[in-house]
């Protein structure tokens, strides 16, 4: 099985940085896209930035110019360095990947999410 296990969140104030990070282990084979998304209280999960193995990325318009996604296909762990943090970027992020692994074929895998709080 893969585990995808988030770190990072936190309270910061608005303008403020956060880094997270999701790391991929288990019988890993091969990582194809990695993601961020969120969700808010009471709003459905969207994507928030996603990478392909290759470094092309995409994002939602609202977190353009101030989210930067990048990954490690080393350490198979994507990053989320997220400035300019404004209250409605206050939510729950989720990792997620495309893992090919030997014993259970190409599968989406999500991380547990962790808790992220723009407030002054």
């Known amino acids: 099985q893969v585990q995808l296990v988030e770190s990072g969140g936190g309270l910061v104030q608005p303008g403020g940085s956060l880094r997270l990070s999701c790391a991929a282990s288990g019988t890993t084979f091969h990582i194809y896209t990695m993601g961020w998304y969120r969700q808010a209280p009471g709003k459905q999960r969207e994507l928030v930035a996603v990478?392909?193995?290759?470094?092309?990325?995409n994002y939602v318009d609202s977190v353009k110019g101030r989210f930067t996604i990048s990954r490690d296909n080393a350490k198979n762990t994507v990053y989320l360095q997220m400035n300019s943090l404004k209250p409605e970027d206050t939510a729950d992020y989720y990792c997620n990947a495309d893992v090919l692994t030997t014993v259970a074929g190409r599968s989406e895998y999500w991380g547990q999410g962790t808790q992220v709080t723009v407030s002054s």
């Open positions: 990478i392909t193995r290759g470094g092309s990325t």
